[in-house]
Nanobody, 125 residues
Framework: QLQLVESGGGLVQPGGSLRLSCAAS????????IGWFRQAPGKEREGVSC????????DYADSVKGRFTISRDNAKKTVYLQMNSLKPDDTAVYYC??????????????????WGQGTQVTVSS
C-alpha cells in the first residue's frame, strides 16, 4: 500500500529557502511520477511541480518557475522540492502525490492516486 510522507515545511522569512521532502513506501518507487501541490486558505489547489518516474522530465507552474526545483532520488524513494526566494504568496499546505506513469508528468491533480498528509509552509516576516 502506497504511503507518502511530506516533511520540511515551516516558517521562513520572505526571500528565504526551504526544502520539502516526499518519502514513499509500500510501492515500487521508480514506477511513480510525483507531483507537488499546494493549497492556501480560500484558494484552489495548485499544481506546483511534477517529475517523471526517471527524473528525466519535470514541469513547473509559472508562479514558481526559476525559484523552485524538483528532484528525486530513487534509491532513497524520495522526491525533493527546493524552494528559493520564497514569497508570502507561497504560504500554503504543500502535498505530494503519486501516480503510475510511463510518460511525462502532469500537474493535474485529478490524475494522481496517492496523496500525502501535507506540510505547512508559511512565508512571513
Amino acid at each position: 500500500q502506497l504511503q507518502l510522507v511530506e516533511s520540511g515545511g515551516g516558517l521562513v522569512q520572505p526571500g528565504g529557502s526551504l526544502r520539502l521532502s516526499c518519502a514513499a513506501s509500500g510501492f515500487t518507487f521508480d514506477l511513480l511520477a510525483i507531483g507537488w501541490f499546494r493549497q492556501a486558505p480560500g484558494k484552489e489547489r495548485e499544481g506546483v511541480s511534477c517529475i517523471s518516474r526517471s527524473g528525466g522530465s519535470s514541469d513547473y507552474a509559472d508562479s514558481v518557475k526559476g525559484r523552485f526545483t524538483i528532484s528525486r532520488d530513487n534509491a532513497k524513494k524520495t522526491v525533493y522540492l527546493q524552494m528559493n526566494s520564497l514569497k508570502p504568496d507561497d504560504t500554503a499546505v504543500y502535498y505530494c502525490a503519486a501516480v503510475i506513469s510511463w510518460k511525462a508528468c502532469t500537474r493535474e491533480a485529478v490524475e494522481y492516486r496517492g496523496w500525502g498528509q501535507g506540510t505547512q509552509v508559511t512565508v512571513s516576516s
